[in-house]
Every structure is written in structure tokens, then in C-alpha cells.
């Protein structure tokens, strides 16, 4: 059973910041990698898909790179509510997984 | 617009059962795979189970194994969650999400296990 890391888990930025979120996988997953965006009270929503697509309707200032065993999430030039917490989930193999999140507030 | 809407939960006591249903819209929903996903009280995200697009295939959690079965009625557009055997550590808010990427999620079910 594979294992995630995500890093780190809070972050502090301020707006027009630049920040990357790691997610790190125990076995080779390709591109199996998507990101989550999650507002408190709210369910998750899709903003990665493939590890570095980007779904339609999320803004670009939000990208994915990565292949393997070690991925990024990155925001450019962050926003006020870009703050939340945020997943990431390889559905390589059973059984998926999730990583432990990240709570990214902004000044 | 596709739309996914959970129901059935509550608070159940320890050693009890709950069956949680998702029932879907807006896509053909014979076509694809599905997924139970929970998430304890300030916790982060759990993946508890698949069910494929026939109901053919199932996959759980080493968490919820013996104890949570997953199903499927296509000519309903549901998918269900039938969950015995439950435990303190079983409380969370459970959401259904579409698909092996988890492309859509339902605004979820809150399981509360407590005497």
C-alpha cells in the first residue's frame, strides 16, 4: 500500500505571493495525481486533473507539474480567497489515497 | 449539470448500521465509476470505496473492510453504502464523488456513531 506525503502541512502567504505545495508518492504513480480545492463547509472541488491539467473554470494562476513520485501544486500571484485547504489524490492503485492536506491562509 | 446528492445519515450507536445512498443526475451514469469519500470532524479526506461502472468491480479500505459494502442500481442513478458493524472512528462526513479522477463530489452525509 503506497503512501502520500504532502508538505506542508499549513502555509501563510500573502496576496500577489507565489506558493507550492508537495505531494510525494512511496511508488511510481506516472501522472495519476489530481489536486483538490476544499473551503471550509463546503465539499471538494477539481482544480488538477493528470497531475498538470487544468480543469476548466479554474483560474491559471493555479498549475501542476510533477511525474512519478514527486508532485507540486503551485499558485501564482495568490488571491484572498484562493485561501483554503487543499488535497492531493493518486488514483493509481487500490486503494487510492488522499494526502494530509494543506491549510494555506492569507494575510 | 451533472449533481450528486447524498442522504441517509445520522447518528447510530456503536455496533449499529446505517445504509447511505447518492443518487446522481445530469450524466450517464451507467458509464462511470464511483467512489464513497469521508471526512472526520476537522480531519482531512479519507477514500473509502469504488464501486465500477457495471457494479462488477469494488475496492474499500483496509479501515472499512468486512464492516462497509458498496453497490450500484444503474436504472436509479444511485449508488449506495452499506455500513455495519460501525465505530467512533466511523464518524465523519461521508460524500460520493464521480469517477476514478473524483471530478464531482455531492455536498455529503454527516454518520455520527455515539451512544
Known amino acids: 500500500e503506497m503512501t502520500l506525503t504532502q508538505s506542508p502541512a499549513f502555509m501563510l502567504a500573502t496576496p500577489g505571493d507565489k506558493v507550492n505545495i508537495s505531494c510525494k508518492v512511496s511508488q511510481d504513480i506516472d501522472d495519476d495525481m489530481n489536486w483538490f480545492r476544499q473551503k471550509p463547509g463546503e465539499a471538494p472541488v477539481f482544480i488538477i486533473q493528470e497531475a498538470t491539467t487544468l480543469v476548466p473554470g479554474i483560474p491559471p494562476r493555479f498549475s501542476g507539474s510533477g511525474y512519478g513520485t514527486d508532485f507540486t501544486l503551485t499558485i501564482n500571484n495568490i488571491e484572498s480567497e484562493d485561501a483554503a485547504y487543499y488535497f492531493c489524490?493518486?488514483?493509481?492503485?487500490?486503494?487510492?489515497?488522499f494526502g494530509q492536506g494543506t491549510k494555506l491562509e492569507i494575510k | 449539470e451533472v449533481q450528486l446528492v447524498e442522504s441517509g445519515g445520522g447518528l447510530v450507536q456503536p455496533g449499529g448500521s446505517l445504509r447511505l445512498s447518492c443518487a446522481a443526475s445530469g450524466f450517464t451514469f451507467g458509464t462511470y465509476s464511483m467512489n464513497w469519500v469521508r471526512q472526520a470532524p476537522g480531519k482531512g479526506l479519507e477514500w473509502v470505496s469504488y464501486i465500477g461502472g457495471r457494479g462488477d468491480t469494488m475496492h474499500y479500505a483496509d479501515s472499512v473492510k468486512g464492516r462497509f459494502t458498496i453497490s450500484r442500481d444503474n436504472a436509479k442513478s444511485s449508488i449506495f453504502l452499506q455500513m455495519n458493524n460501525l465505530r467512533a472512528e466511523d464518524t465523519a462526513i461521508y460524500y460520493c464523488a464521480r469517477h476514478y479522477a473524483h471530478d464531482y463530489w455531492g455536498q455529503g452525509t454527516l454518520v455520527t456513531v455515539s451512544s
Open positions: 489524490l493518486q488514483h493509481d492503485n487500490f486503494p487510492y489515497s
